[in-house]
């Protein structure tokens, strides 16, 4: 009899011990998900990592986010008046020296041509040596002659278009300037706009380039200015620094 008692608590002790275990595994913070389809992988496997999150610069003191950047700056004589070029050329070399390894970046200066680095006009990679190189590119460009921003514009989203990245900014920085006339320019806009004095040319070439813009942009880059030397007698170049980001979802700040 005694020894029928021992088997039996043995054998109860046994159940209890499995009925233990099993309460333990069913209360794991980690518990399987019987519902899912077989091959599914690690049932606790976490979520995809979210997207990579754009470079972030500050320019003038603006934020501007992107994963490719090209910096398009007026060069013409209006901006060595009062040291806006060389205000501007500090603020490229400063934030290309602060991008990122992942980050793309390119260059442009415009007068009445135009000058980009680096030379193949392809944004590139913000290696180390190419963040060197492109800050020794910069500092060496000079004052130029007239402002002709259509030309830098058209060439800077060309370039940008050309980067496989998603995120494309474009920071624009000039007076708002459009003054190609004086080299021949007016011979390409309406006969009415060629007699007219030189103010109304400025206004017809602006309005030309915002039409250019917008038939160039078709990758959805955000163009964003820096007017600088806005003046208040020089509404229509206030005009286009203004209604140039307001068009392209870009931000627009006035440096006084």
Do not use: H
Not at 135 to 148: F, R, Y
């Amino acid at each position: 009899m005694k020894g029928l008692i021992a088997f039996a608590l043995l054998v109860g002790l046994s159940v209890a011990t499995v009925l233990g275990l099993s309460q333990d595994i069913g209360s794991s913070k980690k518990s399987l998900n019987l519902d899912l389809p077989v091959n599914s992988g690690d049932p606790w496997e976490t979520e995809e990592e979210d997207e990579e999150a754009p470079a972030i610069i500050f320019f003038y003191g603006q934020q501007f986010e992107g994963d490719v950047f090209v910096f398009c700056v007026d060069r013409s004589g209006s901006m060595n008046d009062q040291g806006e070029l060389a205000r501007a050329k500090r603020e490229v070399i400063r934030n290309i020296r602060e991008l990122s390894d992942e980050t793309e970046f390119a260059v442009c200066f415009f007068d009445t041509g135009v000058l980009m680095w680096p030379p193949n006009e392809r944004p590139i990679i913000a290696s180390s040596q190419n963040r060197a190189a492109a800050c020794n590119w910069v500092a060496s460009v000079g004052v130029g002659d007239l402002s002709c921003p259509k030309e830098g514009l058209t060439r800077s989203l060309q370039s940008i278009n050309r980067s496989p990245k998603d995120r494309r900014c474009i920071i624009y920085v000039g007076d708002g300037g459009g003054t190609c006339y004086k080299r021949g320019w007016e011979r390409q806009c309406p006969p009415d706009i060629s007699a007219n004095a030189d103010a109304d040319f400025e206004q017809w070439y602006l309005d030309d380039t915002l039409v250019k813009v917008d038939q160039l942009n078709n990758k959805n880059v955000s163009i964003n200015t820096v007017g600088v030397r806005l003046r208040s007698e020089f509404d229509i170049n206030q005009n286009f620094v203004r209604i140039l980001a307001q068009r392209n979802e870009g931000i627009s700040r006035r440096i006084d």
